[in-house]
């Protein structure tokens, strides 16, 4: 039905798990630092953010800081 392509992208590809083996990787990226800084950006919230959590973890365990609420 969708031709000669897909048959060869069916016989390539595994159904289920992916397969390392057949990943190829390019010489070269290009990159647009813009879209890369963004990108960067979007996801050092989540590092900041255990960061800022340990510390008061840390604070806690040095009782610098009262503990307000216990969850574990």
């Keep these: 039905m969708y031709g000669k392509d897909f048959d060869d992208y069916m016989n390539v590809t595994p159904r289920f798990f992916p ?6 990787e390019p010489e070269k990226y290009t990159v647009r630092p813009r879209a890369f800084r963004k990108g960067l950006f979007d996801v050092l919230w989540f590092v900041w953010l255990v960061g800022i959590l340990e510390l008061i973890e840390a604070f806690h365990e040095y009782e610098v800081l009262p503990v307000l609420l216990r969850l574990y």
Excluded: H, N, P
């Excluded at 397969?19 to 190829?24: A, D, G, L």
């Design 19 to 24: 397969s390392f083996r057949s990943f190829k």
